[in-house]
Structure formats: C-alpha cells, structure tokens
C-alpha cells in the first residue's frame, strides 16, 4: 500500500488520507530548513500504518527534529505544548494576558467586575488608547474539543451585562467596548456565525485567517515554557507553580532553573535552547527599544 493511501486518524476521529504535503506544510511553519523537512518525511513514511492517528506521527516527527534541532522541534510542539500549561487553565490565561501587553496593552487577570445586574469573574480585561475588552479564555487540554454556539452566547451575555455598568463610568461613553473569546482549539461553524454577527471577537488556534491565536504567538516569538525541550515535565511544572509561562522569562531571570533544582550545566543547555527559540521576541523588544 502507497504511504499517500493509508488512512490516518484524527483527534476528533475522523478518518483521512494520509497527505505528505501537509506534513511537509507543518513541518516548515515550525521554521525546518528543506533538508530537514525532506529527512524527517523520508524516516516517518516508512513508519505509517493503516489507521495510525495523528498524535503517533506528530510524535515521531517531533523526536526526529529534536535530534536534529531543538529550537525548532519546540517551535513544531507549540500546540501541544500549550495544551501542557495544566488543567486549571490559570497559566492560559496569563499567557494570554501577557500576548495582550507585546501588543501595548495594559492587562489584568482574574478580575471581579460588577454588571448591571450582577458581578462577574473576567478572565483577563485589556485597555489600550481607547479600547477596553473583556476576554474570556476557554482553555483544553486534551484535542478535538471545539468551542460550540453556547461559549459566545453565554460570553456575550456576561460582556453586555458589564457594558452597560462600564459605559456609566467616567470617560467610557465614548470607549470601544468589546467582548472577546480566546481558545487554544477551534470554534464551530455557528460559533463562529454568532460571534461574527453580534460583534464579538474569536479568536481560535487557527481563527481568523489573519490574527489566529498560533500566527500571534509566532509573529511576537512570545512561547511557553512548555515548549522547551531541554527540561522536563516535572521541572515545566514546578516553573507554572511559580506563575512562569513564558520561555523568556528564564532568560531574563536564570535563578529560577536553580530554583527548581537544576544544575549548572544542564541550565546552559536550557538557556541556549531558549536563547535560540525567543530570538524573534528578543529581536523585536531591542528594536522597540531604540
């Protein structure tokens, strides 16, 4: 049987035709050189079977790159690795939070705010200029789970409810007041319909075509500590314990590897990977800078 012939299953279950093509497509999004691309698909192919799902050949070609290029095997694992910030969903929403102030945002988390009617736990509210947003994150971290109607419905409700009481204060009748959804998976079809037609803003891992959740964190270079392939999942841990998501905080503060136990010559490795993998975001901070 061809390679291109074999079916592969998805995380939400559905069967498809194994494409090398888009191998080759996510491959190359993570930053892998053609010769690395081409050497990757020509181990992994040989590897495929007939109802293999997607999580065993995203495994096998991320062990592949990481042999060859850690920074870009982290760059490759980023959903994955997102999905490994935890179960609480806190962390997400930091992360999101600190995505928000790249872009000149002034944020805070976890807000209790009053409505018209009632009080409501925001998880993040973003003002820049004259733009104030509440933003609920709707975090998974496990694949196929898709965002459906009721998480805008629901979220506009709350946001319509706190746009009465926000407008009532001094200098807000003028502001743009929006309510957004942000989420690490996908939204459904009439998600998306009702969002779009009621003025909220979604944004998914791969929504909108422009200003997706993955095209954000690529464009500012901004990863999560999860990425990082130099460290373990215990060490990944202990750094969310003390409210680090982001890779580049360890650059900007080396202690914290010897916080959480590790050792001198394992943290140059780690701070060389995450030297190489935040070059993007460290290149845009020191232009901004001048």
């Not at 592949?64 to 290029?69: A, I, N, Q, S, T």
């Not at 988390?109 to 993040?124: A, F, L, M, S």
């Not at 964190?217 to 460290?231: E, K, M, N, S, V």
Request: proline share 3%.
């Amino acid at each position: 049987m061809e390679k291109q012939q074999v079916s592969i299953v998805k995380s939400s279950g559905e069967r498809v035709r194994f494409s090398k093509q888009k191998l080759h497509d996510s491959l190359k999004r993570s930053g892998a050189d053609e010769d690395t691309i081409e050497q990757v698909i020509s181990e992994v192919e040989p590897q495929l079977f007939e109802g293999i799902n997607t999580k065993k050949i995203f495994r096998m070609a991320f062990n592949l790159l990481k042999k060859r290029d850690r920074p870009i095997a982290a760059k490759y694992k980023l959903k994955e690795a997102i999905m490994e910030l935890g179960p609480s969903g806190f962390p997400f929403e930091k992360y999101i939070s600190e995505i928000l102030k790249q872009q000149g945002f002034k944020t805070t988390v976890g807000q209790i705010v009053q409505g018209n009617c009632v009080k409501h736990e925001i998880d993040v509210i973003a003002e820049k200029d004259e733009k104030h947003f509440m933003i609920e994150c709707k975090y998974h971290n496990t694949r196929g789970i898709i965002c459906n109607v009721k998480i805008p419905l629901y979220i506009q409700a709350r946001f319509k409810d706190i746009e009465i009481n926000w407008k009532s204060l001094p200098g807000h009748a003028e502001k743009v007041h929006q309510g957004w959804v942000v989420t690490n998976t996908t939204f459904s079809e009439d998600a998306i319909q009702y969002g779009t037609c009621v003025g909220l803003n979604l944004i998914g891992w791969n929504f909108p075509k422009i200003g997706s959740l993955k095209e954000q964190i690529d464009d500012l270079g901004l990863y999560p500590i999860t990425c990082l392939t130099t460290i373990s999942m215990i060490e990944k841990q202990k750094l969310l314990d003390k409210n680090i998501v982001l890779a580049v905080e360890i650059l900007n503060n080396p202690q914290l590897l010897f916080s959480i136990g590790v050792g001198e010559t394992r943290s140059e490795s780690i701070l060389n990977e995450t030297q190489l993998l935040c070059q993007k975001h460290i290149a845009l901070n020191s232009s901004s800078l001048k």
